[in-house]
């Protein structure tokens, strides 16, 4: 019936040959879910999508209602830039007041009035603040999770050389400098403190979301010095293993290395793990250090990390 995770308005619903009866029935049976007045998307689409894809629909949905165009900010901006939104509830879109007389925030649409210069870039044909602005007002106002998942993501996209693992740290570098300089400018609003430590805290070479989250429980629980993708030569080889601290090797581990095909490529999730053991080996072998690795459900909170870590004898 519906797109995966596009927003459906309800005249096309109509064409289709859903009566405004019939639509409420499919709410109401868990068929179609009603995300803003006027728009639908598949329930079942909705339920398996992560707060990235919401954020996104949720934004077409506002663009699509709205008589100006909105410049769309926040975790909608950030969804929007292609940055992860762990540990993260999409519920309305955010978009920036123009000017004192737009309008107020409703179910559908958060408004912001902060302090705002105007720009603005376009990412697939919607507005949105651009890159260090966004990384601020989400370090601003979202959990430092989630903070630090998307900062560290926006240093490594502007760092990233294309077609390679290397990273020009001069660009990431600057995109930090312009958002502190945004904060300068910010100073006294709400959040400011802790989107300056976060965005003192990003690392483009971070790869993924579980690493950034478990490097800033690590920060948290006290430890210093946290190496991150650090290169072992090992066998020939040389291997990069996640994250470094008090002497210990940690990897963090997605579901998806062994369950996603894409990432598999042509192997088995039987011959992932086995590759996987025979990589660990060799890194002990060649360092003497231990090798420990954890997943989501350990990283949950900063509590259960520090339970885990302290059931394998290690402390800050």
């Not at 639509?23 to 879910?33: D, F, P, Q, S």
């Not at 689409?45 to 992560?50: E, I, T, V």
């Not at 926040?74 to 540990?87: I, N, Q, R, S």
Request: contains cysteine; charged residues 30%.
């Amino acid at each position: 019936m519906l797109g995966p995770m596009i927003p459906t308005p309800r005249r096309l619903l109509a064409a289709d040959g859903l009566s405004d009866r019939a639509i409420r029935a499919a709410v109401r049976e868990g068929a179609l879910r009603r995300i803003r007045r006027g728009f639908c998307a598949d329930a079942a689409d909705w339920s398996a999508g992560y707060a990235e894809a919401h954020e996104r629909a949720l934004a077409q949905a506002a663009h699509a209602a709205a008589r100006f165009a909105p410049v769309f900010s926040h975790t909608t901006a950030a969804a929007l830039h292609g940055l992860p939104l762990v540990d993260h509830d999409a519920d309305r879109a955010h978009v920036m007041a123009r000017q004192s007389r737009s309008g107020g925030s409703n179910a559908a649409v958060l408004r912001h009035r902060d302090r705002w210069d105007g720009c603005s870039v376009e990412l697939a044909g919607l507005r949105v603040t651009p890159l260090a602005r966004t990384v601020l007002d989400v370090a601003r106002c979202t959990r430092r999770t989630t903070a630090l998942a998307c900062a560290d993501a926006a240093l490594r996209r502007v760092g990233l050389i294309p077609g390679t693992r290397a990273l020009d740290i001069g660009a990431a570098e600057a995109l930090r400098r312009d958002a502190l300089a945004l904060a300068d400018d910010a100073r006294g609003a709400p959040g400011i403190r802790r989107a300056r430590e976060v965005i003192g805290l990003a690392d483009p070479r971070a790869e993924s979301p579980g690493e950034s989250v478990s490097r800033l429980h690590l920060h948290d629980l006290g430890f210093r010095g946290i190496g991150v993708q650090v290169a072992v030569a090992a066998g020939g080889s040389v291997y990069v293993v996640d994250l470094e601290f008090a002497g210990i090797l940690g990897e963090f581990d997605g579901a998806a290395k062994y369950l996603d095909a894409g990432m598999r490529g042509a192997r088995s999730a039987e011959q992932v793990v086995w590759d996987e053991k025979r990589r660990e080996d060799r890194v002990r072998a060649a360092t003497g250090k231990r090798m420990l690795r954890w997943g989501w459900p350990e990283i949950a909170t900063r509590e259960r990390f520090r339970r885990f870590l302290l059931e394998h004898g290690i402390r800050p």
